[in-house]
């Protein structure tokens, strides 16, 4: 004070007295609340460090991928620890602060859903399809127009290698909303052939050539048996759908495609053998005006006519 005055000038300090003094007395009110907030920041961090091993053992039992194990751990720990600070920001009275939070959070996470549509969608669909195991690296499947077998997961999309060995990335979210097609998941696949065999022949006598053809010639599952079915009246053949499962041990593809070939092969040995004709198309021209007439009696007609054309103008 007395510098102040040497040098000519006043100042009053009771205000900045009275803030002060208004400041500790908040601090000295605010206090318990602190005190409170310091105990269950304590306990969050207790709680929340027991329940990251209790996270990570549960993650690994619902998926198998070790990445994706690993940030479902940590999305749950985080979920916990912000539940936490919102608790400590509640003993503190600042509930204002709680609701400027949440509403920020509300906005960004809108805008960014928003702009990030699409990644966000395969990233949760990423997620979906290795906790529902729907299929496993190795597995033959078929989605949206494509074939192949299951060469890598990840949280975007799923990579197949196609039977012409060209490598398609499929977004997951695809793989999630089409139908899907998975081979490997039975263990087992059954080959349906058709065919048809001429009017002429005795069906009795092609089912049961048909049947054993398959049975000696192909390596199927013969616990399921053979199967034929007349199901129809051909245009120029009696036709049927033969049907057999393949070895539980054998259902890939090339299995597939080699087991159908080796069954085509065995049925036309048999046929040959037994004189069962499978025949062409057969059509009928009709040469008559009113039906009926074959080509060699219209042929008839025509140079009889020409004949007597010719000696009448004679």
């Known amino acids: 004070m007395l510098l102040f005055k040497l040098l000519g000038i006043e100042f009053d300090f009771k205000p900045l007295v009275e803030e002060v003094q208004g400041w500790w007395s908040g601090l000295l009110g605010m206090l318990p609340n602190m005190v409170l907030a310091f105990l269950v920041a304590m306990i969050g961090y207790i709680v929340t460090s027991f329940l990251k091993k209790y996270f990570d053992k549960l993650s690994r039992k619902l998926v198998r991928d070790k990445t994706i194990a690993s940030l479902m751990s940590t999305m749950m720990t985080v979920g916990v620890s912000l539940l936490f600070l919102l608790l400590i920001l509640s003993v503190l009275n600042l509930s204002g602060a709680v609701s400027s939070i949440l509403g920020a959070a509300g906005v960004v996470g809108l805008a960014v859903g928003l702009a990030f549509q699409d990644p966000i969608l395969n990233f949760f669909s990423g997620i979906q399809l290795t906790v529902r195991h729907l299929f496993r690296l190795g597995d033959l499947i078929e989605v949206d127009g494509y074939r192949g077998t299951v060469m890598k997961i990840t949280l975007r999309h799923t990579a197949i290698e196609t039977f012409q060995g060209q490598d398609v990335m499929i977004p997951n979210k695809i793989m999630v909303q089409s139908a899907l097609t998975n081979y490997s998941t039975l263990r087992r696949r059954r080959v349906d052939l058709a065919c048809g065999v001429s009017y002429g022949d005795d069906l009795a006598k092609v089912k049961e050539v048909t049947i054993k053809a398959i049975k000696d010639n192909v390596l199927h599952d013969a616990e399921r048996g053979v199967q034929l079915f007349f199901n129809e009246f051909g245009g120029s053949s009696v036709n049927y759908s033969l049907r057999f499962w393949m070895d539980k041990n054998k259902t890939s593809q090339g299995d597939f495609l080699q087991v159908q070939s080796d069954a085509i092969m065995a049925i036309m040995t048999a046929y040959n053998e037994n004189d069962i004709m499978i025949p062409f198309p057969i059509r009928t021209l009709d040469f008559g005006i009113r039906g009926g007439e ?15 054309e010719v000696i009448g103008n004679s």
Do not use: T
Not at 294 to 308: D, H, P, T, V, Y
């Open 294 to 308: 074959k080509l060699s009696a219209m042929l008839a007609q025509s140079n009889s006519a020409n004949g007597r």
